[in-house]
């Protein structure tokens, strides 16, 4: 009856993505007087979804489990920012990074909102609302 059920594995492929570019924010805000560091990012989620690559069923959590690569096959192409560098040749601005990181924690809240919202719909449809 509910053998696929997309919207669980949307929700979780974004919470996903927000987490790993919440730690690259971190790691950008951490690395601001870095002397040579550039700051990273990920594509946007719509865009990573929107290039056709989605959620498998299982995900591997190590190498050897699931006979499979650890991760999820979602790409999330971490790139690098030369743009705005200063003397020193880093390229992180603070104020941009806490703006992404704004971003981020709602990007979040809106999967877990999503979640949410179908975890309650599948509930009433079992009459169990």
Do not use: C
């Not at 919470?15 to 946007?44: E, F």
């Amino acid at each position: 009856m509910f053998t696929e059920l997309n919207v669980f594995k949307i929700a979780y492929s974004m919470a996903t993505h927000a987490g790993k570019r919440q730690a690259l924010v971190s790691q950008n805000i951490a690395n601001a007087d870095t002397p040579g560091y550039h700051a990273k990012d990920i594509k946007p989620f719509k865009e990573v979804f929107a290039a056709g690559a989605r959620p498998a069923s299982m995900i591997a959590s190590r190498g050897s489990h699931l006979n499979g690569t650890a991760g999820s096959n979602l790409d999330w192409a971490v790139t690098s920012s030369d743009a705005g560098s200063d003397p020193n040749d880093n390229s992180v601005s603070v104020e941009t990074e806490l703006l992404k990181g704004v971003e981020t924690a709602r990007q979040h809240k809106r999967a877990m909102a999503i979640y949410k919202s179908s975890m309650n719909i599948l509930r009433a449809s079992l009459g169990k609302a």
